[in-house]
């Protein structure tokens, strides 16, 4: 078997391979559901760093842009508002 990361020991990656492959589906959902909540914190965590004014519906409205793209995001939920405290 060819191993995947560089920075990972072959055997343990060969364990966590199995592990994954031997994983219930809820488990697999439920890890997938995880890893999606902390790309969105971190994705908050940025837009509040780039954008320290903006409110909490802004910071959403921008999250809606990372995530569906700007013309999806835009149909949905309406142009984004440009203002001083998002430029």
Do not use: C, F
């Amino acid at each position: 078997m060819n191993t995947h990361y560089s920075d990972t020991n072959p055997k343990a990656e060969r364990i966590q391979i199995e592990l994954l492959r031997s994983a219930p589906a809820w488990r697999k959902i439920q890890m997938v559901a995880q890893l999606n909540e902390t790309v969105r914190t971190l994705a908050m965590s940025g837009l509040t760093q780039r954008h320290p004014q903006a409110t909490p519906a802004e910071l959403r409205r921008l999250l809606a842009d990372l995530i569906l793209g700007e013309t999806l995001a835009a149909q949905v939920y309406g142009p984004i508002r440009k203002n001083k405290r998002l430029s």
